[in-house]
Each structure stands twice: as C-alpha cells, then as structure tokens.
C-alpha cells in the first residue's frame, strides 16, 4: 500500500507541476476619475530612441496591441515577451505615456486605475507636491497578491515621470 500512496504522490505532484502557463490576462478598469469620457487606452512595447529632450530614453512602439475606449470593465490581453511596454492615454489633453512598465505587471490579472489630478490615498507622502499641477496617475494591482502593484504619475499630455512606486514579492 506504501508503494500506491508513493506512486500516487509522484504522479500528482508531475500533474501539478506541468500545467500550462497563463497565456490571456484581464486588467479590470475600477477607476477613471478624472478623465473625459472620450478618452482611448492602449498598450504597446517600448523601444529606445531619441526622445524630446534629445537624449535616448524609452519610446513607445507606434503599433499597439490592444486599443479601445477607456471605460471601466475588463482589457484582455496577451502574454507579452520579457521588456518594457507603454500605456497610453489619448485625451483632448493629448497623449499622456506611461513608459518603461516591466513585462511583469502586464502578464498578470490586475485591476488598473486610471485618474487625473486625483491624489491618492495610496501615494507617498513625498507625492503631495504634485496638487496643483496636471498630473495622470496608473496604479496596476494584482488580484491574487495585495503587495504586487506598480504606480506610477505624469504630467499630463507627456510621458516625463513625476513619481514612480511598485512592489513585487
């Protein structure tokens, strides 16, 4: 019987350990405050160039791939390979870019806030010079670990980083 239970443990155990790796994940859109109604997300690869100031930095890729209107509800998408991505927000305010994302917070199911000139309860305290300026803020958070998350803020209608915050354990 001893044999059974050991070959019954060993067969689990090769069961558990060869399931398929996630390949689609939701971002659920929880929060807009801020931001007109007419507004569109997407989400793209970074690439280096040259970028405003005339210095390389992190440029977002012209193709994205996922495009819609920014609404509450849910964003699929794909397993992204190992890089830096971008989420865009078009507005009448212009294109604000949050750049240089690490693959890790897009290949997970996270709720995504997107807000504007809204300080968070979230945010560090050293944030609070930020009130007063126009400032976009993206928080991804993972649904299966409260410590997973990645904040970031701009100045809107640009991609010039305000202040950036994340964890991962």
Not at 101 to 107: F, G, M, V
Not at 133 to 158: H, P
């Given at each position: 019987?001893?044999?059974?239970?050991?070959?019954?443990?060993?067969?689990?155990?090769?069961?558990?350990?060869?399931?398929?790796?996630?390949?689609?994940?939701?971002?659920?859109?929880?929060?807009?405050?801020?931001?007109?109604?007419?507004?569109?997300i997407s989400y793209s690869s970074d690439f280096l160039?040259?970028?405003?100031?005339?210095?390389?930095?992190?440029?977002?890729?012209?193709?994205?791939?996922?495009?819609?209107?920014?609404?509450?509800?849910?964003?699929?998408?794909?397993?992204?390979?190992?890089?830096?991505?971008?989420?865009?927000?078009?507005?009448?305010?212009?294109?604000t870019s949050f750049t240089n994302i690490p693959e890790?917070?897009?290949?997970?199911?996270?709720?995504?806030?997107?807000?504007?000139?809204?300080?968070?309860?979230?945010?560090?305290?050293?944030?609070?010079?930020?009130?007063?300026?126009?400032?976009?803020?993206?928080?991804?958070?993972?649904?299966?670990?409260?410590?997973?998350?990645?904040?970031k803020t701009v100045y809107t209608g640009t991609n010039?980083?305000?202040?950036?915050?994340?964890?991962?354990?």
């Amino acid at each position: 019987m001893t044999n059974f239970l050991k070959t019954l443990f060993i067969f689990s155990f090769l069961i558990l350990g060869c399931q398929a790796e996630e390949q689609i994940f939701v971002h659920t859109i929880t929060d807009i405050s801020g931001l007109p109604n007419t507004a569109t997300i997407s989400y793209s690869s970074d690439f280096l160039g040259v970028g405003s100031t005339g210095g390389i930095e992190a440029l977002a890729n012209a193709d994205d791939f996922v495009s819609q209107p920014l609404a509450k509800g849910d964003l699929t998408i794909n397993k992204v390979d190992r890089g830096n991505y971008t989420i865009t927000v078009q507005d009448n305010n212009g294109q604000t870019s949050f750049t240089n994302i690490p693959e890790k917070y897009l290949n997970l199911n996270a709720t995504l806030e997107l807000t504007r000139n809204i300080f968070q309860p979230y945010f560090p305290a050293e944030w609070q010079a930020i009130n007063g300026t126009m400032y976009t803020s993206l928080r991804i958070k993972s649904n299966q670990d409260e410590g997973v998350f990645y904040i970031k803020t701009v100045y809107t209608g640009t991609n010039k980083e305000i202040g950036k915050y994340s964890e991962d354990f």
